[in-house]
């Protein structure tokens, strides 16, 4: 299992302006900061993610950044997401939003007690993974009566020449190079892979005979009538 992100209420940990990360060694983009008041506890909790390759996101690839415990006592950043350095890229336009303002936004004026609206704010973020657009490849298969035609290989009979010809042995090898002079981390692990099966979906596509099978769209599916077996029913 991947972990991708940590979402954590770390107490009092206040990191203010802390680096939570190795300067001179790890490459990441400066933090944006709203609390200035820092506090031993985030600079343990700062000491901790540098030594895990983790960061935090918070003001970082932000849309808007906001403390994210609001309360009449006072307003502090206590709430955290945290993700791997090698991941930072995947998250983008992070924003807090206050309770109150998404309470204020969402429900009718009177329809809430103000004592009972949360003193910790939402945490949001969009999640993008490098790859293909999966809703541009499904919607480009779609046939006109909404039904989804993917592509079913036989592999019960591999060619002779599978994988073996002049132009995929140079793909191949092109490939190893480029994995073996790549930098070591899971981005760049993840796209070679991505690169491998490229090869082989071509591979496939040549050599390999295929079908097509009929995967019907939910949006154009109609409501199935249950078949009554063995008797009738009032």
Not at 173 to 190: A, G, K, P, R, V
Not at 196 to 212: A, G, P, Q, S
Not at 224 to 233: A, F, H, L, P
Request: hydrophobic residues 35%; charged residues 25%; contains cysteine.
């Amino acid at each position: 299992m991947v972990v991708l992100f940590i979402y954590a209420v770390i107490g009092n940990s206040r990191v203010s302006d802390i680096e939570d990360y190795i300067q001179g060694i790890d490459l990441l983009p400066e933090r944006n900061v709203v609390d200035f008041t820092p506090n031993s506890y985030g600079d343990l909790f700062c000491e901790f993610l540098s030594n895990i390759n983790c960061c935090i996101l918070n003001g970082r690839n932000f849309f808007n950044n906001d403390f994210t415990f609001v309360s009449s006592r006072g307003s502090s950043v206590v709430d955290y997401c945290v993700v791997p350095y090698e991941k930072l890229s995947f998250f983008q336009n992070f924003e807090v939003i206050r309770a109150r303002t998404l309470i204020e936004e969402n429900a009718a004026v009177g329809s809430y007690d103000p004592k009972h609206i949360p003193d910790h704010s939402l945490l949001c973020w969009t999640f993008v993974t490098p790859g293909y657009d999966v809703q541009q490849t499904v919607s480009d298969q779609l046939t006109d009566n909404g039904t989804v035609r993917p592509v079913k290989y036989d592999t019960r009979s591999i060619p002779n020449d599978w994988m073996s010809d002049n132009e995929t042995i140079s793909k191949l090898n092109t490939f190893i190079t480029e994995l073996e002079e790549s930098e070591i981390n899971q981005l760049n692990l993840d796209n070679k892979y991505e690169d491998f099966v490229k090869i082989v979906h071509t591979e496939m596509d040549l050599k390999l005979n295929k079908r097509k099978t009929n995967i019907y769209d939910g949006k154009s599916n109609k409501r199935r009538r249950m078949k009554n077996r063995g008797g009738t029913t009032t």
